[in-house]
Nanobody
Framework: QVQLVESGGGLVQAGGSLRLSCAAS????????MGWFRQAPGKERAFVAA????????YYADSVKGRIAISRDNAKNTVYLQMNSLKPEDTAVYYC????????????????WGQGTQVTVSS
């Protein structure tokens, strides 16, 4: 069992930056692929970014490439999402998730989910 707790969300102006964190419980954090998803009002939850167990590979949605970076610190059981040049369309609840195998962009890969953190970007 893995418990995930996101933090770092908030209100920011367009063009600003935020860094989200997701702290995981348990001793097996390093065995999980970690992903970030977001759900905007009235829309389905969508893939944002993912990182493999060692951090050697990262994956991004086309809409965030070049503006968002995912990283992890296995010693701290934490995954991060650095978001720069934020746009109003980035406004959403951001969720982190942990999984073991499959397509990283698919929600079905992920077995554990956090409660989410709200990011609001004002124009």
């Amino acid at each position: 069992q893995v418990q995930l707790v996101e933090s770092g969300g908030g209100l920011v102006q367009a063009g600003g930056s935020l860094r989200l964190s997701c702290a995981a419980s348990g001793r097996t954090f390093g065995s999980y692929i970690m992903g970030w998803f977001r759900q905007a009002p009235g829309k389905e939850r969508a893939f944002v970014a993912a990182i493999t167990q060692s951090g050697g590979s990262t994956y991004y949605a086309d809409s965030v490439k070049g503006r968002i970076a995912i990283s992890r610190d296995n010693a701290k059981n934490t995954v991060y999402l650095q978001m720069n040049s934020l746009k109003p369309e980035d406004t959403a609840v951001y969720y982190c998730a942990a999984g073991t195998a499959g397509r990283v962009v698919s929600q079905s890969l992920y077995d554990y989910w956090g409660q989410g953190t709200q990011v609001t970007v004002s124009s």
